[in-house]
């Protein structure tokens, strides 16, 4: 709607005020599909599905005096469509190491905030198909709901890519499979232990770490082979883990591996925040964006030596967590902070940000093959930003029966994030090796 203006939500605004030229705050996001994707379709796709149905994609936050001092999203009167959207082509061989290069230069790179602040790369060459790399601040919206955002660009049916829908409302039946969004993660629930859990929230503490560096403008991003999902279902049958427990599980081993590899051969847990969808699948309507998540603090079994131990303590953990009320306490905390002084705003958020290592997201996708613009999509990562001295950003992502694992590290800290790779590789080997065993026994 043409001259549409809203004031910018402090839980919002905290994002703004959150950005440091070492740690941005965007969200960045990579789509892998088989074919070359043309850029005038694709162009065409976010003008009908992505623009004209979601106000805040022409907007910028810009300070305003009237009708009261604050921050309001405001029609961007200069908007071009074309300025957001990069066409590339890799250079040869067109490799994972030419893509995480190209990544790797924009990932301290800034938003335009005098423009809304999103872009997206269409990236020829990768492999023989075409990789999309988004960007998109976090004021915008929080991860689930850009997640679901970006996936309405894709149908199941190829031959829709040429007949885009009309209307309003979420169309195509992949949205009800994204409405399933975290669904792996824990949720909010009793809240008969809140004081208890506000003083963990205070008073834990993050344990020194090879890990734990001052933040650099340096990063990086690697990714894992898929996983089969299949491959887990022994696994899963003998353990009664889930798949986010066991994808956890085998992140903490890969974090132990590495921290042997940097001289820990007896490291503590890795603290490391995970976003809840605060929202629930019945609630999201098709305009709502924003940021309506909350963190909660998980220590990955990095300390438990077995493959084994460390599943079981991960279940344990994550079983834990979906009974606390630590998801809505932070939340609470997030709005919060969204009306103290901005500088205020930004020690409290570093404040408890300092208390983890890294983040972890992990997203349930749609289980049925979809398309873009009529080419299979193969692959998906999407990253959430790392907040203070934190090192790492792990994405774990379910799509077509598969797990697809990256890692986006602070390259001062860590160096050498393939071995985070081999790490989780090995991991999750050692633990579908174990599960016949663990059946009989």
Known sequence: MPGHRSVVRPVDDVWLEMDQPDNLMVIEGLMVV?????????????????VERFPRFRQRAAWSWWPYPSRWWSDDPDFDLERHVLDVTLPEPGDDAALQDHVARYLSRALDQQRPPWEVHVIHGYHGGTAVYTRLHHALADGTALFKVIMSLADEDPLRAARPPSGGGWSFPLLRAAAHTVKGLPG???????PAVAEHLVLAKRPESPLAVAPHHDKRVVWAAPIDVAELRPLRRATGATVTDVVMSALAGSLRRWLATHGDDDPDDVPTMVPVDLRGAESMRPDELGNQFALVLLDLPASVGSPLGRLV??????????????????????QGMGFLHPRVRVLATDFFARKATGVTTSVRGPDAPLHLAGLPITRLWGWAPMSADQSFSTSIIGYGGQVHVGFKVDATAVPDPEVLVAGLAAEVAAMTTLAPATEAG
Not at 34 to 50: H, I, M, P, S
Not at 188 to 194: E, F, K, M, N
């Open 188 to 194: 909010a629930g009793r809240l008969v232990t809140a």
């Open 34 to 50: 088989d074919g070359d994707l043309d850029r005038a379709t694709y162009v065409e796709l976010l003008r009908e599905r992505l």
């Open 313 to 334: 303590e991960t279940s344990t953990r994550m079983r834990a967590i979906k009974e606390s009320p630590e998801a809505w306490l932070t939340y609470g905390l997030l």
